[in-house]
């Protein structure tokens, strides 16, 4: 199921969702923190926020934050974040590993990034893609329990320090974007 992260998809989501427990109490207050920093990003708008959740596979279950170009069907850049225990948010180039490797190249020789900037991670049914949260690995445990507790969407608390991550994540990653797309044409 991948739905626009909004409020009403997330109560549709928590319904339909209720009784599976990693839903409950790992998904959906992850979706409401996402949600409520998701707000605090609106004045960038080439940003979709979607999220996926599968009760079967729990590996599916993320938040997927799309850059909207409409320079190239090639390149797909996206930021992803899993709906788990830890924090993490990754980065994706492109829609194939041949167009990563293309495009991590390209980054490294005109010094956008340096080789051990961010995490790489590939595997084996994964795109390869940079994993980019620096200081936080971890949610405000306080937070997310008070959100899970609360039914109200307008007076969510904002976990900053995720906030902050997310925030880095677009300053640094949306330019190189628009960089590749310049440079490549196509």
């Given at each position: 199921?991948?739905?626009?992260?909004?409020?009403?998809?997330?109560?549709?989501?928590?319904?339909?969702?209720?009784?599976?427990?990693?839903?409950?109490?790992?998904?959906?207050?992850?979706?409401?923190?996402?949600?409520?920093?998701?707000?605090?990003?609106?004045?960038?708008?080439?940003?979709?926020?979607?999220?996926?959740?599968?009760?079967?596979?729990i590996n599916k279950n993320r938040v997927i934050i799309e850059y909207r170009q409409d320079k190239s069907e090639d390149f797909s850049f996206y930021y992803e974040i899993p709906?788990?225990?830890?924090?993490?948010?990754?980065?994706?180039?492109?829609?194939?590993?041949?167009?990563?490797?293309?495009?991590?190249?390209?980054?490294?020789s005109n010094g956008l990034i340096n080789e051990n900037q961010f995490r790489l991670k590939a595997e084996y049914?994964?795109?390869?893609?940079?994993?980019?949260?620096?200081?936080?690995?971890?949610?405000?445990?306080?937070?997310?329990?008070?959100?899970?507790?609360?039914?109200?969407?307008?007076?969510?608390?904002?976990?900053?320090?995720?906030?902050?991550?997310?925030?880095?994540?677009?300053?640094?990653?949306?330019?190189?974007?628009?960089?590749?797309?310049?440079?490549?044409?196509?």
């Open positions: 199921m991948l739905l626009n992260l909004e409020k009403v998809n997330i109560e549709k989501a928590f319904e339909l969702f209720a009784h599976n427990q990693n839903f409950t109490y790992t998904a959906y207050p992850r979706l409401k923190t996402l949600y409520a920093i998701k707000k605090e990003f609106k004045q960038i708008p080439e940003l979709d926020w979607k999220f996926e959740f599968d009760h079967v596979n709906l788990s225990i830890n924090f993490e948010l990754r980065v994706f180039l492109a829609k194939s590993s041949i167009h990563f490797l293309d495009l991590y190249n390209f980054l490294l049914h994964t795109i390869p893609h940079f994993v980019i949260n620096q200081k936080t690995k971890r949610y405000n445990t306080g937070i997310l329990n008070k959100i899970q507790n609360n039914s109200d969407f307008d007076g969510i608390p904002l976990d900053d320090n995720i906030k902050n991550e997310i925030d880095l994540g677009f300053r640094f990653f949306n330019p190189i974007f628009n960089q590749i797309l310049s440079q490549f044409q196509i």
